[in-house]
């Protein structure tokens, strides 16, 4: 069965620095999503990624937090500055096309990150 | 704005007890319904989804909801509980028809007791 996969599972990073979470997505998916979750807290939509283009975010994805397609396969979620409170899973999750989200979106298994 | 609620944080049963999880949707329509688990330190994988037709949908490892728009609920049950059961499960409404976000539950963690 096709998988989003998602890579590394855990980073742990220092404050202030850059990191880039990466993730691909089953290959006839269209639409991208990336979720976090907070440990012990609920999963938290961030952003949703259409046609190249940002469809949707949250509050939570301010100017710190971006999102990019740089080829064909991948999916990336740049964190710019990481803060102490960046440390959750994220998730990447994609669906087919429009009238495909009644079938559930397809998470990958995460990545931790880590904020020291 | 749809929002999701799930009764208890923390439900305990012993194996082969009944599992019940509770699940209410606020919708001004009647949403796309799912279940997730998400076990120790992995992914969420989809349990079971409604999304029109039959109100009782079946997924997978022997769990089962129920639709009912009257009482704006969808909640997961079990017959029989299995010590393998012991997950946390979310509960999501996503709009009908199209491809917007998933809203989640705050989850229910389930232990499960020899």
């Known amino acids: 069965e096709p998988e989003v996969t998602q890579t590394p599972s855990h980073q742990v990073t220092q404050m202030g620095q850059e990191v880039i979470l990466r993730c691909v997505p089953i290959?006839?998916?269209?639409?991208f999503y990336w979720y976090r979750q907070i440990l012990g807290q609920k999963v938290e939509f961030l952003v949703s990624?259409?046609?190249?283009?940002?469809?949707?975010k949250s509050e939570i994805f301010d100017d710190q937090f971006s999102v990019e397609r740089p080829d064909g396969s991948n999916f990336t979620l740049k964190i710019r500055s990481t803060k102490l409170e960046d440390s959750a899973m994220y998730f990447c999750?994609?669906?087919?096309?429009?009238?495909?989200?009644?079938?559930?979106?397809?998470f990958g298994s995460g990545t931790r990150l880590t904020v020291v | 704005a749809q929002s999701v609620t799930q009764l208890g944080s923390h439900v305990s049963v012993s194996e082969g007890a009944l599992v019940l999880l509770r699940c209410n949707y606020s919708?001004?329509?009647?949403?796309?319904l799912f279940w997730y688990v998400q076990y120790p330190n992995q992914g969420l994988q989809l349990l079971l989804k409604?999304?029109?037709?039959?109100?009782l949908v079946k997924g997978i490892n022997g769990f089962e909801a129920e639709f009912k728009k009257s009482e704006t609920s969808f909640h997961l049950t079990k017959p029989s509980a299995h010590m393998s059961d012991a997950a946390e499960y979310f509960c999501?409404?996503?709009?009908?028809?199209?491809?917007?976000?998933?809203?989640f539950g705050t989850g229910t963690r389930l232990q499960v007791f020899p």
């Open positions: 999750a994609s669906i087919r096309d429009r009238g495909a989200s009644g079938n559930g979106y397809t």
């Open positions: 290959s006839n998916h269209l639409y």
């Open positions: 990624f259409y046609n190249n283009e940002i469809s949707e």
């Open positions: 919708s001004s329509v009647p949403p796309y």
């Open positions: 409604y999304t029109t037709g039959a109100t």
């Open positions: 999501a409404v996503s709009r009908r028809g199209n491809t917007d976000k998933l809203i």
